[in-house]
């Protein structure tokens, strides 16, 4: 019997042995420190090894081997697990600052257990801490990038309110804040006065879609004051990818906006100079073609009237007194007299000659008929210009551009300008003919005075209209003339520019807002000084038949 019962010691102390070899292994496998402290004097009484490797040192207690000091954690800032424990009689979760066996510091986050022995007192308590260095790290670091957020957001000009799936506002800097309030509150309510979301609410569309939305929002100030904000939403989301709030910028624009209504006045302004100053030029070209016939039409009226003049008529009516004076005897005057007998020649002679004077008067009078129509044909045509201003009318490309030739036509024949024409048929389009005109008029002008400004014996001006693409078509001014340098091509559509001496640096600008003003463009191109130079307008193609 005795015998049994020493079996059945051995046995238990074979499993007590083995449960404790089966604990030892499951504390040791454990990666972050694990250890039972005495309640009463701090002695770690159980440990693996990952607090602390090898034989634990005799009446090793815990602050000596996490903390490396000679008391227990106290106060506020570095509070004692076990005696919290023996405050609440609970579980708690502390962070501490422990050291490694080299001395090390790192964030530790520590857990404790109590445990009671059988009349209800503390006796032991169970602890196991966490390395959450690198997490303390990475919360620093975010809340030090939180903090810098809230300070810039704190100073922006701007608004910046952060919004729930309902609208309403989570978070709102100084600037809202101190303008409107109402954290907590739907946005659409306290910034815009209304109780549902705005039309076009880009918070409302990034919920939506999940995408980056803006809008621009006229803003009642509370003191009654109108703004222009632009709004940007994006939205945000949780660690699943779901979208949970949506931050919103809003920037004051309202300066922007004044300042793009007065440059919108500017530009209406500058747009209907260029305008006047376009038929200006147009008038004036029309002028000088006008005065050039009238010089024309002064040549053959005052040779018409030295004819008239200078006319023999004078002479023979002294003949027909003389003749008149011997009608009783005219027969023996005509054949017998010395003087009447040479009468009949100077009739005859005096028909030839008058006869040559009508054939130049009337010539020299369809001369001056010609001219008279040539200003009337100018005239009318500057008048069907004028009446069609800004306004897309069916016309000839081709007729267009011979317009604006025969408008510069007499600058054109006084500087002996050789014209070639290489015009592609393109049919009529739809087109503001003065805008064109006025442009092209100054283009050839401009081509003009350059190839008078050259040496080159031959002065060609080409001109060309042909089909760009399927959407536009193109006209380009061509001269072999002064050329322009590398330097002036980046400033010759600036306002005020010009190499003209006389001149007043508008033209060549205007026909740049133009062309713009038509959805098209001018370009110009040049090789350099003497090399001539080649301008090209480019406007979009509307043909009727489209």
């Known amino acids: 019997m005795r015998k049994n019962f020493l079996i059945r010691i051995l046995k238990g ?23 039972v402290i005495d309640a009463n004097d701090y002695t770690i009484k159980i440990a693996n090894s990952a607090l602390y490797p090898g034989q634990l040192p005799e009446k090793a207690t815990c602050y000596m081997l996490t903390h490396k000091r000679d008391k227990p954690c106290n106060g506020r800032d570095d509070p004692c697990p076990l005696e919290e424990i023996k405050k609440s009689k609970r579980p708690v979760v502390i962070e501490h600052i422990h050291y490694d066996k080299d001395g090390n510091p790192r964030n530790v986050e520590v857990h404790a257990y109590p445990i009671f022995d059988d009349e209800g007192k503390l006796s032991e308590i169970i602890e196991y801490s966490f390395n959450i260095t690198e997490r303390r790290k990475m919360e620093d670091e975010l809340k030090a990038e939180r903090n810098k957020l809230q300070a810039t957001m704190a100073v922006l000009e701007g608004g910046v309110t952060i919004q729930d799936r309902e609208y309403n506002i989570i978070y709102q800097n100084r600037f809202l804040e101190e303008r409107f309030g109402g954290l907590g509150e739907k946005c659409f309510r306290v910034y815009e006065g209304k109780e549902e979301t705005c039309e076009g609410c880009p918070v409302e569309k990034a919920f939506r879609d999940g995408k980056c939305h803006t809008a621009e929002r006229k803003v009642v100030m509370p003191n009654g004051e109108i703004r222009y904000w632009d709004n940007a939403a994006s939205p945000i989301r949780d660690a699943m990818g779901e979208i949970v709030s949506c931050v919103e910028l809003a920037k004051d624009i309202t300066e922007r906006k004044q300042a793009e209504a007065e440059l919108k006045a500017a530009q209406g302004k500058l747009i209907e100079t260029a305008r006047k100053v376009g038929m200006a030029e147009v008038a004036a070209n029309v002028l000088h073609n006008v005065g050039n016939v009238l010089n024309s039409i002064n040549v053959s009226t005052t040779a018409i009237r030295e004819k008239v003049t200078n006319s023999e008529l004078a002479n023979l009516e002294k003949v027909a007194n003389i003749v008149n004076e011997h009608t009783d005897d005219l027969g023996v005057f005509l054949t017998e007299h010395p003087q009447g007998k040479y009468i009949p020649v100077y009739l005859t002679e005096v028909s030839k000659c008058l006869q040559n004077e009508q054939t130049d008067i009337i010539g020299r009078l369809q001369v001056l008929v010609e001219n008279v129509q040539h200003i009337k044909d100018i005239v009318n045509m500057q008048q069907s210009y004028a009446k069609v201003s800004g306004v897309e009318v069916q016309t000839s490309i081709s007729k267009l551009v011979e317009d604006a030739i025969q408008i510069n036509s007499a600058g054109l024949e006084r500087h002996g300008t050789r014209l070639i024409r290489e015009f592609e048929e393109l049919g009529d389009v739809e087109i503001d003919k003065q805008k064109v005109l006025q442009i092209l008029v100054n283009l050839i002008s401009n081509a003009k005075y350059a190839l008078s400004g050259s040496k080159k014996e031959e002065k ?13 078509f193109r006209i380009e001014v061509a001269d072999n003339g002064v050329g322009i340098s590398k330097d002036n091509l980046t400033k010759i559509f600036s306002h005020g520019f010009t190499t003209k001496k006389d001149g007043h640096g508008f033209g060549l600008h205007s026909c740049a807002l133009a062309s713009s003003e038509m959805g098209g463009s001018l370009t110009v191109h040049s090789d350099g000084l003497g090399r001539g130079a080649t301008f090209t307008l480019e406007l979009p193609f509307k043909p009727l038949n489209r």
């Open 13 to 35: 102390k074979k499993q007590v042995r083995q449960q404790n070899e089966f604990l030892n292994t499951i504390l040791e496998s454990l990666t972050h420190p694990f250890y």
């Open 460 to 472: 060609l001006l080409t001109i060309r209209v042909y089909k760009h693409n399927e959407a536009r």
